[in-house]
């Protein structure tokens, strides 16, 4: 069992940046992990955004989000990160993070824990 908690989350300007983190615990390190970033806007499907390989050598990213995202993790601190700058008003919305024993899957049914969500909201 996984549990996932995520924070960082909060009101920017567009232009600005944030970091999100995703603190992980129970009783398996996340070191075994593929960890994946994901966002929810209203009316919107889940979409995916990043993925982290459990070694943190393999990453990819929604194309929407190339460039201006970083996915990275500390295996030591059980922790996943989502640095992101130059956020723009289409990035407002509930970001999750998600881990799974699989391979790296941008699919979010492949994911068999999540967070509760942390709300992101880019103002214009």
């Known amino acids: 069992q996984v549990q996932l908690v995520e924070s960082g989350g909060g009101l920017v300007q567009a232009g600005g940046s944030l970091r999100l983190s995703c603190a992980a615990s129970?009783?398996?390190?996340?070191?075994?992990?593929?960890m994946g970033w994901f966002r929810q806007a209203p009316g919107n499907e889940r979409e995916f955004v990043a993925v982290?390989?459990?070694?943190?050598?393999?990453?990819y990213y929604a194309d929407s989000v190339k460039g201006r995202f970083t996915i990275s993790r500390d295996n030591a601190k059980n922790t996943m990160y989502l640095q992101m700058n130059t956020l723009k008003p289409e990035d407002t919305a509930v970001y999750y993070c998600?881990?799974?024993?699989?391979?790296?899957?941008?699919?979010?049914?492949?994911?068999?824990?999540w967070g509760q969500g942390t709300q992101v909201t880019v103002s214009s």
């Open positions: 129970g009783r398996t390190f996340i070191s075994s992990y593929t």
């Open positions: 982290i390989s459990w070694s943190g050598g393999d990453t």
């Open positions: 998600a881990a799974t024993r699989a391979r790296v899957t941008v699919a979010p049914g492949g994911y068999l824990y």
